[in-house]
């Protein structure tokens, strides 16, 4: 199973930007990243009235657009569970995801300034680092927003036990 950690923070903290960045960075340093993101909508296949959502609107459990650039899944029932989609990720190093700030993974926590200077984290015992571009002073290390390196390092260091994937 792959490790995990959680990108945790308000929206509009800037969680996705950093992703965006970041995981570039770690495919560099040879660590394969897999990413769940955390939604409260219905995921969506093709269009609504293409054959893969018609499929899905007349009741598939399971659902798979596949071509030769890779496959989309969408199954029923799940509910999003962390525990049940950690599955899906067994060829990768790295599970990132965005949002699940109640699971019990380590969590980094991306705090904007300008949009509050509050974490949601502070007392969740899983808070591993703080992405920020505020100046704080807390009980786990603090790393720059506008900076994916030292975070990449951060995550090879302590959730990857330092091996480059």
């Given at each position: 199973m ?5 990108f ?8 996705t ?5 970041l995981?570039?960075?770690?495919l560099r340093q040879g660590v394969t990243?897999?990413?769940?993101k ?10 609504s ?6 499929h899905f ?7 798979v ?10 199954k029923?029932?799940?509910g999003?569970?962390?525990e049940e989609?950690i ?8 599970l ?12 980094i926590e ?5 949009l ?24 786990v290390?603090?790393l720059?927003?506008?900076?994916p390196e030292p975070?990449a ?8 036990g330092?091996?480059?994937g």
């Amino acid at each position: 199973m792959p490790a995990i950690v959680s990108f945790v923070g308000r929206s509009g903290s800037g969680k996705t930007t950093l992703l965006e960045k970041l995981i570039p960075v770690l495919l560099r340093q040879g660590v394969t990243v897999g990413t769940i993101k955390h939604t409260h909508h219905t995921p969506e296949l093709d269009p609504s009235g293409k054959d893969s959502a018609r499929h899905f609107a007349a009741g598939a459990s399971t659902v798979v657009l596949a071509s030769a650039g890779g496959i989309q899944l969408v199954k029923r029932g799940l509910g999003g569970a962390l525990e049940e989609l950690i599955r899906y990720f067994e060829d990768v190093d790295l599970l990132i995801t965005e949002g699940y700030k109640r699971e019990r993974t380590p969590k980094i926590e991306v705090l904007r300034s300008g949009l509050s200077d509050q974490l949601l984290c502070r007392d969740d015992p899983g808070l591993i680092a703080v992405v920020t571009d505020l100046q704080l002073e807390l009980r786990v290390p603090v790393l720059p927003l506008d900076r994916p390196e030292p975070i990449a390092d951060f995550i090879r260091a302590h959730i990857l036990g330092g091996r480059p994937g």
